[in-house]
């Protein structure tokens, strides 16, 4: 279902492009957030959720973060803020790929969605920070946790303390962006990406993807209760077998 501010497309029977169309540069209204959330959770529902693409409208702007006309109005900011922080928790869960082509300024909480990301495409005109401290606000706690785990804490204090925005450039040498394809192409780039990570088994894909998102506060027994719990999971499942029979066929036919 498309809204005004939310357009969906359908690729194929497993993947779907997101559009954050919002003039002028796709800020996040709280609005927006819940057409976006809705979304998520209608796709988590299905038997097997879609891989997304998310990208922005235009040429110039992926996100450039929340409206901040919204800010004026104190009750509204806050309650912004929880859908929004509550949105990142969603993406973060999501047991399907994300993929987000970042066609141009990705900043606050544009940033914060593409650092949630499973993987990330950007055109070399695509900027990306976190401005906030020059704005008088400041990004989600869990933005600012997810870039100090992404990138380390020495580059997300930089970046959040300065609140410069940096090059895609730049952006990939510090990882908080996977790939750098030509304008005209981040959007096809970032589909055929999501495809081929649609095409992994999704046991395994959502057990790699939970384990990376607790891990850091688990303990060792549990990680260790987890590695079992996925075992016995994937060792029963009919495709991860098969896969082991074509790895165990391919390498009898090499030694032979």
Same mark, same amino acid.
Do not use: W
């Given at each position: ?96 790929? &994300? ?58 204090? !930089? ?7 940096? !090059? ?57 209760? &987890?590695?079992? !719990? ?27």
């Amino acid at each position: 279902m498309n809204t005004d501010e939310l357009i969906l497309t359908n690729i194929n029977a497993n993947l779907v492009q997101l559009t954050i169309k919002r003039p002028p540069a796709n800020a996040l209204s709280e609005t927006l957030i819940a057409a976006l959330m809705s979304t998520f959770s209608r796709f988590s529902r299905q038997s097997v959720p879609p891989g997304v693409v998310l990208t922005g409208a235009g040429e110039k702007f992926f996100c450039a973060g929340g409206d901040i006309n919204e800010v004026a109005n104190h009750e509204l900011a806050v309650s912004r803020m929880e859908a929004f922080s509550a949105f990142l928790c969603q993406i973060e869960q999501y047991p399907g790929p &994300l993929v987000c082509a970042v066609n141009g300024y990705a900043v606050g909480a544009g940033f914060e969605i593409v650092l949630h990301a499973d993987y990330v495409v950007a055109s070399p005109e695509s900027r990306l920070g976190f401005p906030e401290i020059n704005h008088g606000l400041l990004p989600a706690a869990k933005g600012m946790r997810q870039a100090a785990s992404l990138l380390g804490y020495r580059a997300a204090r !930089s970046l959040l303390f300065s609140g410069a925005l940096i !090059s895609a450039e730049h952006a990939l040498t510090i990882g908080a962006v996977d790939a750098i394809s030509a304008r005209e192409d981040v959007l096809a780039q970032a589909i055929v990406q999501c495809g081929q990570l649609c095409d992994k088994d999704r046991q395994l894909f959502g057990a790699i993807k939970q384990t990376l998102r607790q891990s850091p506060q688990m303990t060792d027994d549990a990680l260790l209760q &987890l590695t079992l !719990s996925d075992l016995r999971g994937y060792l029963d499942n009919p495709k991860t077998a098969d896969a082991r029979a074509h790895f165990l066929t391919r390498n009898k036919k090499v030694e032979s």
